[in-house]
């Protein structure tokens, strides 16, 4: 799936209003250097354990969104340096993460959109541990794999590729 250049959540929005779902974007902060990011959606739903993630983001994104459900977990980091890197050496668009990240300083020097909850300096334990490719729930939102979705500085918007397709 290629990224499509929709355009800003605000003007989706206006586009097409409940056609969308509107995740709670205020529980939100922007980490990577990308700001705006969009894509087709892949899912890992994990706790304090960023193994899932890592794998998912060795693998080719192109430009795709990694929608992270890691049960809003304030205890341990789920993204940090080295694995933003590796999203953005292998084309993935952005990250959204229900839980944390760390090296947040260096993350925001990196051309890829992470949006997470806040900062935790602790890693994760690496047991293997999560589930690939299901729909996750948080944010008063269902994110399934394969819809499309946009971030922005005003909010994210979810929804059927077909919508953000502009051709």
């Not at 459900?69 to 668009?93: E, I, P, Y």
């Not at 300083?105 to 602790?122: D, H, I, N, Q």
């Not at 334990?125 to 922005?152: M, S």
């Amino acid at each position: 799936m290629e990224t499509l250049n929709s355009g800003t959540t605000c003007d989706l929005c206006d586009l097409h209003g409940d056609s969308l779902k509107y995740p709670t974007a205020s529980l939100f902060r922007d980490f990577g250097g990308l700001v705006h990011f969009e894509g087709g959606i892949e899912t890992v739903q994990c706790f304090e354990d960023n193994s899932f993630v890592k794998a998912v983001l060795d693998e080719p994104g192109h430009g795709r969104v990694l929608v992270v459900d890691g049960g809003g977990s304030l205890n341990r980091a789920l993204l940090g340096d080295q694995v933003a890197a590796k999203a953005l050496k292998n084309g993935w668009s952005g990250l959204l993460i229900n839980g944390c990240i760390r090296d947040s300083k260096e993350v925001a020097t990196m051309k890829v959109g992470v949006k997470a909850l806040g900062t935790c300096p602790r890693k994760t334990e690496k047991r293997g541990c999560g589930v690939r490719g299901i729909p996750v729930q948080f944010a008063g939102v269902t994110f399934f794999p394969g819809t499309y979705l946009v971030a922005d500085e005003d909010g994210i918007v979810v929804g059927e590729e077909v919508l953000f397709n502009k051709k």
